[in-house]
Each structure stands twice: as structure tokens, then as C-alpha cells.
């Protein structure tokens, strides 16, 4: 059975300026404008400063906006935070939630990150809640554990297939140019597929992207594994050549 639709994913992170940001948008709405409707649904995640800026390059294309992260709360005294309905007037229709580089760094906890995928949720926007294993956590043989109870921890109760995306992210894949073998992504995918198909009606056709390094080398072998419904590119996705590369790399639909 053919799976969702694949979904390309570019997370800017914090890098580039304003000129960068709307030129890479603009880059990316060229190249997608070209590509025929089969192909992937591709999505940009620019800093904060930057979502209005390309939201006005993106108009009129079918590439879409999405934030790297938001505040649970609708409003309040939250100094320096931004809230779900804010990203939305701002144009985003996916928000990222749970990003490692969140827990690690923030130490947003899988009760945060849930109650901010639920935030996301109520905004009428899409999710894309990151989970994803150490280093250590992958030696001690914890892997499928650690992800099974991140995603029971912060799972938004009232997900299905429109409004939740769920990334599998190897904290140690991420921005290191190693990734998990074929047969490492099939199990965790498979493992997360089950554990959404039990949760869910429409488990089966939730989107589960793979994230960790992906460029344009290694796209096409990642985006064939079974239930790897597309991919969270972080480093790749600031060069329109590599990401374009990742994009004709998913599986038409
Ligand atoms: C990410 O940060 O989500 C990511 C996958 O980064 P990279 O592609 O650079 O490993």
C-alpha cells in the first residue's frame, strides 16, 4: 500500500540574514514551481524575525511555512516567547515541537512539548512533534523504549493524519553527517508506525519523517525505507541545490 504523500521539511534554524532568508525562499518556491503535483509537499521553518518576510516570497507558491517552535499559552507575560494563533496570522500552517536541540538546550520536558503540540493544535495548525534516542541511550540497546515513551509523553491527544507529523530524529544523527542504517530507520519507523496505528484511527496515514543528516548523497536511500514519509532537514535545506536534491528524492504520490 503507498504511504502518505512525502513531506520535505527544511529547518533554517538560527542561521542567515533577512536578504538570505527571502532569497533561499524564493529559490525554493522557483524550483518547486517546476516540479509536478506528484512530487513531495515541501515546507520552510525560518527563524522567527523571518516567517513575514518569506511568507509574502512564498505567496502564490505551494511551498509552505512553518516555526520552529512556539509557547503553549495563547498570551500572557511571557517575555520573548510567541504563541500558535501569532505564527499562524504570520502565515506558518506547521509548527516544530519537541526538537532536540529544545530538550537538550531549553529543557523542554515531554509534558512542555505536548502541551505545546496541543497549542498547535487549537491554532488549526499541523504539529511536527521530533522525537528521537541518544547516543548513549542507542548503546544501551534503549532505543525503541525511549522513543515509545517520548511519544507517549507528548503525543497530543487529539491528533490525526492533517494535524500531526511526527519526526524521528537520532539526537547523535543530527548535524554530524553520521546516519542510522536502513535497517535502524525501518525498525524505529515501524516501531512508531505501530505505536500510532493502536493510538489512532488514522494511524496508518500519519506522516513519519526521518531527520538527521540527510542530504542530497544519502535522500534517495532514506526516502525508500517503509514508513519514512519524508524528511526534517536541518543544515541541507540552507542550500537550495542539496535540498532541491532532497526533494526529487521522495517517492512521487
Ligand atoms: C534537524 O535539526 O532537524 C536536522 C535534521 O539537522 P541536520 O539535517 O543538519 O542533521
Redesign the pocket.
Known amino acids: 500500500m503507498a504511504g502518505p504523500k512525502p513531506l520535505i521539511a527544511g529547518?533554517w534554524?538560527m542561521n542567515g540574514r533577512l536578504a538570505d532568508a527571502t532569497k533561499l525562499a524564493n529559490t525554493v518556491s522557483a524550483f518547486v514551481r517546476a516540479l509536478p503535483s506528484t512530487s513531495a509537499d515541501v515546507l520552510v521553518c525560518p527563524p522567527f524575525p523571518y516567517l513575514a518576510p518569506v511568507a509574502q516570497a512564498l505567496a502564490g507558491s505551494r511551498v509552505r511555512l512553518g516555526a520552529q517552535d512556539c509557547h503553549a499559552e495563547a498570551a500572557g507575560a511571557f517575555t520573548g516567547d510567541v504563541s500558535a494563533d501569532m505564527l499562524k496570522d504570520s502565515g506558518c500552517s506547521f509548527v516544530?515541537v519537541g526538537?532536540?536541540?529544545r530538550r537538550a538546550l531549553h529543557g523542554e520536558t515531554d509534558a512542555v512539548v505536548q502541551a505545546k503540540a496541543n497549542a498547535v493544535l487549537r491554532a488549526g495548525m499541523t504539529a511536527i512533534l521530533?522525537v528521537g534516542e541518544t547516543l548513549a541511550e542507542r548503546d544501551e540497546g534503549r532505543t525503541i523504549p525511549v522513543v515509545a515513551s517520548q511519544l507517549v509523553g507528548s503525543l497530543p491527544a487529539n491528533a490525526n493524519s492533517e494535524n500531526l507529523v511526527v519526526?524521528y530524529?537520532p539526537v547523535w544523527?543530527?548535524?554530524?553527517g553520521r546516519t542510522p542504517t536502513v535497517a535502524q530507520v525501518g525498525e524505529v519507523h515501524g516501531a512508531i508506525r505501530a505505536g500510532l496505528s493502536k493510538k489512532f484511527s488514522d494511524g496508518a496515514k500519519m506522516r513519519i519523517l526521518y531527520?538527521?543528516?540527510?542530504?542530497g548523497l544519502n535522500a534517495l536511500e532514506l526516502l525508500a525505507i517503509a514508513n519514512v514519509d519524508g524528511?526534517?532537514?536541518?543544515?541541507?535545506?540552507l542550500r537550495a541545490d542539496a535540498f532541491e536534491t532532497i526533494v526529487k528524492a521522495a517517492p512521487r504520490r
Do not use: D, F, Y
Not at 173 to 176: F, K, L, N, W
Not at 211 to 215: D, H, K, L, R, T
Open positions: 529547518n534554524k516544530i526538537h532536540s536541540e521530533c519526526a530524529e544523527a543530527i548535524g554530524t531527520g538527521g543528516s540527510v542530504n524528511a526534517l532537514v536541518g543544515g541541507a535545506s
